[in-house]
């Protein structure tokens, strides 16, 4: 659906209620995510949320410099046996952003999921779910907001924080992407994102995405990456059932290195999913999905 199509029907979202029961079918995917999406004010703005099904709430978290679009073959999916809350975070997709000389940290990202849960009156244990930076911000919500956990998915991503190297690619790129728009990142990222046979349409989509993050908020996250802290410590001390996801091809988070973190939570399992990268939720859905089915499945039987 062309997007000013899109944003012509949204005012009609209340009218159109009835008509969505009869629609909810997988002839009309876009039709459905697009009206599970609201549009919730928290204390530092407006930010929105993907919110559809009922049951466990499950709570995903996407990736640097993408929105709630990256859990795309999720979120239909488990809303039929779950309450599915994705958001876009500060300065991503449809949220609003900061200004250019702001910095986001994980923190400050893992405190707004708080409160979007509150608003939304959840005020109990949920299933969490990140990837990458969404990662990192799981393990600051760990640490932080450990009672609201009912257990965690870590997918492509690490516990330790940036070498000096990487702290500086980080300000170069806020940077770049404060000249250059949120374009210039597209192509940069992308190619090191996925594994070699995924297909060109699946970089298309996250090269959106990429496109319709701020520069702003690019710029933010990317300096509040650089100054996370290494949670590797605290891995021992995790309480929850924890699953730990990486891609075969995953360059950016190795499945190597991502099973050594999972061999230090007490609770956890480690899966690797082929045929994937970096975005492996979005590349091998199929198994991904599998994966995170089963999983919780174990958590409830617990
Ligand atoms: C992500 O996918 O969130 C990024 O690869 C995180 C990072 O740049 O470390």
């Not at 949220?95 to 708080?114: G, N, P, R």
């Not at 360059?251 to 050594?260: F, L, V």
Request: hydrophobic share 40%; glycine share 6%; with cysteine.
């Amino acid at each position: 659906m062309k997007k000013q199509m899109k944003e012509a029907l949204l005012p009609l979202k209340s009218s159109l209620i009835p008509l969505i029961m009869e629609i909810q079918s997988p002839k009309y995917p876009e039709w459905t995510t697009l009206l599970s999406l609201k549009k919730i004010s928290i204390s530092h703005g407006v930010r929105q949320v993907y919110d559809q099904g009922d049951g466990q709430a499950l709570l995903f978290i996407h990736g640097f410099p993408l929105n709630h679009r990256m859990w795309c073959e999720q979120l239909e999916e488990f809303s039929r046996d779950y309450r599915v809350i994705a958001p876009d975070l500060c300065g991503f997709g449809g949220s609003d952003s900061v200004s250019d000389d702001a910095v986001l940290t994980m923190k400050q990202f893992s405190d707004e999921l708080v409160e979007i849960l509150l608003t939304l009156d959840l005020d109990i244990p949920v299933h969490l779910v990140g990837l990458s930076m969404g990662g990192y911000i799981l393990g600051q919500f760990q640490k932080d907001h450990a009672m609201r956990i009912a257990s965690m998915v870590f997918c492509d991503t690490k516990s330790t924080a940036d070498t000096e190297e990487v702290k500086s690619n980080r300000h170069k790129t806020a940077r770049v992407v404060l000249e250059a728009g949120s374009s210039s990142l597209a192509e940069v990222m992308g190619s090191k994102l996925f594994a070699p046979n995924t297909p060109a349409s699946i970089f298309d989509e996250v090269k959106t995405m990429i496109v319709d993050a701020s520069p702003a908020g690019i710029a933010a996250a990317s300096r509040g990456m650089a100054e996370r802290e290494d949670f590797t410590d605290q891995l021992q001390t995790f309480r929850v059932p924890t699953l730990v996801v990486a891609g075969e091809y995953d360059s950016i988070s190795p499945p190597a290195e991502m099973q050594t973190m999972a061999e230090k939570i007490p609770d956890s399992e480690f899966i690797e999913i082929a045929n994937a990268g970096h975005m492996s939720p979005l590349e091998n859905p199929q198994d991904f999905n599998a994966a995170l089915r089963a999983f919780l499945r174990r958590v409830e039987l617990a």
